[in-house]
């Protein structure tokens, strides 16, 4: 089976699920009928958080100052650029899209290849934007809860939206093409910057809940719902586990 076709099948796939939405039957306001393989998943990524991630990113956050590491997090947002400009064309939305095409020429070339955000300083905020967004804004559901190993907490939805902005992503086929690890290690650096912008927020967060894996499960269903309303949440980018 060609790339083409497994992809075409997942998606396919991810959206039957999607359109399936029924009511929650866990007591919580998101669908989970699959939370005793969710919550093995989810147990496994903490073990693996606190062996490796978290570790990982208290160093980064410790040995870098925070001038380079916000060098670092300007320059992996303006590679995401070209899929959140092409979510901002999908969903109609010409003011966003212009402001993102116009960071992408700022940042790239004033910017230093993106390592300074310059159109912040000339008004031009940036915003995050994908493809489970534009789903949701026409309307298709979430469909059932996922956890999944490495990328975090999603949906069917919005694991439909992750595969297909690989399409909008020229680094993605760069790294098909050219330099797998080169790919990889902006995955990772990415996973790590996060978590390290997250470290204390999400050990209260843990600190605090009774069930945290319900927690995380809430979070980011509200997190989703704001985004596809076109508000900002009050946490953006929930972390990988």
């Not at 039957?16 to 969710?38: H, I, K, Q, T, W």
């Amino acid at each position: 089976m060609t790339f083409a076709l497994r992809l075409n099948a997942a998606l396919t796939l991810c959206l039957v699920l999607a359109s399936c939405a029924g009511m929650p039957m866990n007591g919580s306001d998101v669908y989970d009928p699959f939370e005793r393989e969710n919550r093995v998943l989810f147990d496994a990524s903490l073990r693996l958080d606190r062996g490796v991630l978290r570790p990982v990113a208290v160093f980064y956050s410790r040995a870098l100052p925070q001038a380079v590491r916000d060098s670092v997090r300007n320059f992996i947002d303006n590679l995401s650029s070209p899929v959140v400009f092409a979510n901002d064309v999908l969903q109609g939305d010409v003011d966003k899209a212009g402001v993102t095409l116009l960071r992408i020429g700022v940042n790239s070339t004033v910017g230093i290849g993106g390592l300074f955000d310059p159109a912040k300083r000339f008004g031009y905020e940036r915003h995050s934007n994908d493809f489970g967004i534009t789903l949701g804004d026409y309307g298709v559901g979430e469909g059932p809860y996922l956890f999944i190993p490495v990328l975090g907490p999603s949906n069917a939805r919005d694991a439909t939206g992750y595969v297909t902005d690989w399409a909008f992503d020229p680094f993605f086929y760069i790294a098909l093409r050219e330099n797998f690890y080169w790919q990889l290690g902006r995955t990772a650096l990415d996973d790590i910057d996060a978590r390290s912008r997250n470290l204390a927020t999400l050990d209260e967060i843990q600190k605090s809940s009774l069930d945290f894996y319900a927690t995380v499960r809430s979070l980011y269903h509200q997190q989703r719902e704001s985004q596809i309303g076109g508000g900002m949440p009050a946490m953006q980018n929930l972390p990988n586990f």
